[in-house]
């Protein structure tokens, strides 16, 4: 079955969020009839929210190109995670924990919350749609812990996407909670032998392939021949993917989520994945804005937040500005 009739195809819909006269989204029926939002800006970029895991699907840019790597085997089949997208790592990352790999956010329902907490808006921005989740009773049961966590899906003026998630402690027993977290986005990509990534030089990384051993970056920008699967530490808030074929660069800008972890199965890896097509290794590459190493805590009433934005540019215009220092500079 083909991606496109699947997990991307937009049925009957209904307008939301009609707080101004234009509508900030439309929720419609996905995969399986599963709810999912759509939001489009007035050039023509849009994007695609399953309530199911509060997960992009879907980022295409104004000519209608996708920009994400949504597998063709990916299946919308709870409990299993969609395999693309962008999926929501909460409250563990991987397997850096007592609880299921990735934790339970991105395998949960979560519901459109038509009345957010005060949310510093920007006017500019028309299209966008906060999600909540909290958890169940049978969650608790994994994780004891009373949270509600709202996720802010919006598309910028320029096509830009921007997430923005607020987590809060609810606990009433004064017991602070800790968690770790990932955006674990899935870059679509030309071909991955012709990617690099800038911006990671020279940091530290725990390699997961190493049991977990800490291990320093050359001074190159990072290229790919084999399977990866690193968490780069304390990396700065400003990444690039370059994309040579497509002359195209993803710029990944993150805040409060001070790890990246860069992840390709490679061959063997993808052929041992039943929702991951054997050869589409080739054209994707996850660059995980994240917070692993050092978890967050939070005591009751506090709230953390963490946020994503990523845009494209034309190569030419980035490649080789991302130097580390001028990016750490803020320059
Ligand atoms: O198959 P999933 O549970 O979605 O995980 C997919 C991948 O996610 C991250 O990038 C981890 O670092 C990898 O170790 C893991 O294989």
Redesign the pocket.
């Known amino acids: 079955m083909s991606t496109e009739k699947n997990l991307s195809s937009p049925s009957v819909s209904v307008s939301g969020g009609s707080s101004s006269s234009t509508s900030r989204y439309e929720l419609c029926k996905g995969f399986n009839g599963y709810d999912k939002v759509l939001l489009r800006n007035p050039r023509g970029s849009s994007a695609e929210v399953y309530l199911y895991g509060g997960h992009v699907t879907s980022w295409k840019n104004e000519r209608r190109e996708e920009l994400l790597f949504l597998s063709s085997k990916a299946t919308l089949k709870p409990p299993k ?1 969609i ?1 693309g997208g962008i ?1 929501i790592c909460f409250p563990q990352f ?1 397997s850096h924990g007592t609880i299921d ?2 934790g339970f956010a991105r395998n949960r329902f979560w519901i459109i919350d038509n009345d957010p907490h005060p949310f510093p808006t920007n006017t500019s921005n028309k299209a966008f749609v906060d999600l909540i989740f909290k958890p169940s009773e049978a969650d608790m049961k994994i994780w004891p812990h009373n949270f509600e966590f709202r996720l802010r899906v919006a598309l910028g003026p320029g096509g830009e996407l921007m997430l923005t998630s607020r987590i809060r402690n609810t606990n009433p027993e004064g017991k602070p909670f800790s968690f770790t977290f990932a955006y ?1 986005t899935y870059f679509s990509v030309s071909d991955i032998s012709e990617v690099r990534v800038e911006g990671l030089e020279t940091l530290d990384y725990l390699d ?1 392939l190493q049991k977990k051993e800490l291990f320093t970056e050359q001074g190159d920008a990072l290229t790919f021949e084999s399977e990866v ?1 690193k ?1 780069y530490l304390s990396t700065p808030t400003k990444i690039a993917i370059l994309d040579h074929e497509k002359k195209r660069t993803f710029e990944l800008r993150k805040d409060g989520l001070p790890d990246a ?1 860069v ?1 390709n ?1 490679w061959e063997k ?1 993808a052929k041992a ?1 039943a929702d991951f097509g054997d050869d589409e290794y080739k054209h994707m590459l ?1 660059v ?1 804005a994240a917070a692993v190493e050092m978890p967050i805590t939070l005591k009751p009433g506090e709230e953390w937040k963490g946020r994503l934005e990523l845009s494209t540019v034309p190569s030419s215009y980035c490649s080789g500005q991302l130097d580390p220092q001028k990016v750490l500079g803020g320059i």
Do not use: F, S
């Open positions: 995670a395999r999926p991987g790999q990735h674990h997961n699967d968490i972890v992840w199965p890896k994945m996850c995980e």
